[in-house]
């Protein structure tokens, strides 16, 4: 079945830093592979996707993602964190039926 | 403000009652899916629309049900609630159920059972 893991409950960085959060893969086929991010009380996000082609995705307010298919990751990234970046991040794969199974989520705190 | 509208945003209700959410998708999409996201369990998928049809199902519970009216407007009801379907209630579109289409998510409806 086609599913998602995210590794770490909870990163936490310091503004200024580099952030990556992870997420690794299990599918039959070509993956699709989303991020998303849910500010408190609010819905989910979009943030980037990956379908084809390039393995550096560019997405909004910054971010990017790695896919690597020998690794079967796709870890969000960042430059430099902000503290406005502290937000909940779910990483998805489009299932069997084209139905989106999310990863369990991991809380990022950036620190000033 | 992702264009998908859900109503009511709070909805308290006792123990045994039947409840209705409703969703008002992007203009222009045709798939509904809707989400449970609770403490415990994560976002779990419960069901997909496309044009008014069922497409995919997943961890639904037998005393929930949902669908996709001609207008494109989807309504889900959970019947007989208990404590433990406190959560909130997510609706997602997108333009068509393909793999390469991303899901625009509404801001939820949070269900307190008591």
């Known amino acids: 079945a086609q599913s998602v893991a995210q590794p770490e409950d909870q990163v936490n960085v310091a503004e200024g830093n580099p952030l990556t959060v992870k997420c690794t893969y299990s599918?039959?086929?070509?993956?699709?592979l989303f991020w998303y991010v849910q500010y408190p009380n609010r819905g989910l996000q979009f943030l980037l996707k990956y379908i084809t082609g390039d393995n550096l995705v560019k997405g909004s307010y910054g971010f990017e993602a790695e896919f690597n298919k020998s690794q079967t990751s796709f870890h969000l990234k960042k430059p430099s964190a902000l503290v406005s970046d502290s937000a909940l991040y779910f990483c998805?794969?489009?299932?069997?039926?084209?139905?989106?199974?999310f990863g369990a989520g991991t809380r990022l705190t950036v620190k000033p | 403000d992702s264009g998908v509208t859900q109503t009511p945003k709070h909805l308290i209700t006792a123990t045994g009652q039947r409840v209705t959410l409703r969703c008002s998708p992007r203009s222009g999409d045709l798939s509904v899916y809707w989400y449970q996201q609770s403490l415990d369990q994560g976002l779990q998928f419960l069901i997909q629309y496309y044009n008014g049809e069922e497409r995919a199902k997943g961890n639904i519970l037998e005393r929930f049900s949902a669908q996709q009216f001609p207008d494109l407007h989807s309504e889900l009801n959970l019947s007989s609630l208990e404590l433990g379907d406190s959560a909130l209630y997510f609706c997602?579109?997108?333009?068509?159920?393909?793999?390469?289409?991303?899901?625009?998510f509404g801001q939820g409806t949070r269900l307190t059972v008591v």
């Open positions: 998805a794969v489009r299932g069997y039926n084209n139905d989106m199974r």
């Open positions: 599918v039959s086929g070509n993956p699709y």
């Open positions: 997602a579109s997108s333009s068509r159920p393909a793999p390469n289409t991303e899901a625009f």
